[in-house]
Nanobody
Framework: QVQLVESGGGLVQAGGSLRLSCAAS????????IGWYRQAPGNQRDLVAT???????NYADSVKGRFTISRDNANNTVYLQMNSLKSEDTAVYYC????????????WGQGTQVTVSS
């Protein structure tokens, strides 16, 4: 079992910045990849950014160059630095963690709201 707790969401003006945090606990040694999805009202949940166990990162095209994912292994925390925010970034942001042993399982946080005003 992996537990994920997000923090750092809020209201920001367009062009501003926010940093989201996700603290993982439980069987964190089993995590293969960790990152962020987001879901706007009426839309599906889409991948924003992910970081794999070897440090490889992947970003949605819409956030490349503006968002940066990083992790603090000592504290089992992953961060999403969001710069140059746009109104279309408004969504609930969910932290996720993937384990692959003994089988593939995804764990989710409760979500944190990010609202960008134009």
């Amino acid at each position: 079992q992996v537990q994920l707790v997000e923090s750092g969401g809020g209201l920001v003006q367009a062009g501003g910045s926010l940093r989201l945090s996700c603290a993982a606990s439980g069987s964190t040694f089993n995590i293969n990849a960790i990152g962020w999805y987001r879901q706007a009202p009426g839309n599906q949940r889409d991948l924003v950014a992910t970081i794999q166990i070897g440090g490889f990162t992947n970003y949605a095209d819409s956030v490349k160059g503006r968002f940066t994912i990083s992790r603090d292994n000592a504290n089992n925390t992953v961060y999403l630095q969001m710069n140059s925010l746009k109104s279309e970034d408004t969504a609930v942001y969910y932290c996720y963690a993937q384990i692959v042993q003994p089988r593939r399982i995804y764990y989710w946080g409760q979500g944190t709201q990010v609202t960008v005003s134009s």
